[in-house]
């Protein structure tokens, strides 16, 4: 569900790659450092810009920065930054990753995603107790969720608006001019996500007969249905107070977005003319 809110590297000046690197690599070092060495894999992106956007809106400094070397770049040292804003995203980070193991293991009875829930448990308890509200109602949403799915619900509109407020609660920092409209935001592109995963997954989910809310949705509509649900989180981006590291911020929503849908779309006209040559 997650891996879609990254930067369009090809778009970045040498500057911008570097801090948006470092800021990642911060993200990395907070999450190893408040959870142990194995909550570096649950890493991605979306935290990363978690960090940007919610350090630009209450225009948070940088805390701390420098270079090291660690166990995925052993032999060159990388720069690194990182403030409280990143301890919060790497709380949230160990807090989604949690409940998708837990998640998998309904879903699918994966074994494998059951061991790595119970992997992080103790790490999920430490963030359950700094935000016991967040916790209880991603909990409650990841359940209605999962009730929706199993229904068989085909308006995407219904489990997105819930994955939409599970992400929204992780943008709703703390009490604030902009909690609200934070909140707004983060429901928006979770709502985003929700169905751009869905369009991503829908032959592999036709395949293997699992829930997709988008099979009822004719496919030459799905680009003209994103872009309608991108067109409401720009809308609610532009409410927040948005001026630190705004051209980074602005290369992720406008445009990393899409990469993986581009790609994906690419290749799925390369597969349809290799079958016309071939027929």
Not at 138 to 165: W, Y
Not at 168 to 192: C, I, M, N, P, T
Request: proline share 2%; glycine share 6%.
């Amino acid at each position: 569900m997650f891996g879609y809110v990254a930067a369009n590297r090809e778009k970045l000046n040498k500057e911008q790659e570097m801090y948006y690197k470092a800021c990642y690599c911060g993200l990395c070092r907070t999450l190893g450092k408040e959870h142990g060495a194995k909550s570096r894999i649950t890493l991605n992106y979306d935290m990363t810009f978690l960090v940007l956007v919610l350090s630009s809106v209450y225009n948070i400094k940088v805390v701390e920065k420098g270079e090291e070397r660690c166990i995925a770049h052993p032999l060159k040292k990388h720069d690194y930054w990182y403030n409280y804003i990143t301890k919060y995203a790497g709380d949230m980070n160990i807090l989604l990753t949690y409940f998708n193991f837990l998640d998998d293991w309904e879903d699918d009875k994966s074994l494998l995603s059951l061991a790595e829930a119970k992997l992080y448990r103790k790490e999920f308890q430490k963030v359950s107790k700094k935000y016991p509200h967040k916790v209880d109602y991603i909990r409650e949403k990841i359940k209605e969720l999962s009730n929706i799915e199993k229904k068989g619900i085909m308006n995407p509109d219904i489990p997105g608006n819930t994955f939409g407020d599970i992400l929204g609660e992780v943008f709703a920092y703390q009490k604030h001019e902009y909690k609200d409209k934070l909140r707004e935001f983060g429901k928006s592109l979770g709502k985003f996500i929700y169905i751009m995963d869905a369009v991503m997954d829908f032959k592999d989910d036709l395949k293997k007969e699992r829930y997709n809310p988008m099979i009822g949705t004719p496919s030459n509509m799905y680009k003209d249905i994103l872009n309608i649900l991108m067109g409401d989180c720009i809308r609610k981006y532009e409410n927040l107070n948005i001026e630190k590291d705004k051209e980074l911020i602005e290369n992720i929503l406008y445009s990393g977005v899409w990469i993986k849908y581009e790609i994906n779309r690419q290749k799925s006209k390369e597969r349809k003319k290799d079958n016309e040559r071939s027929l």
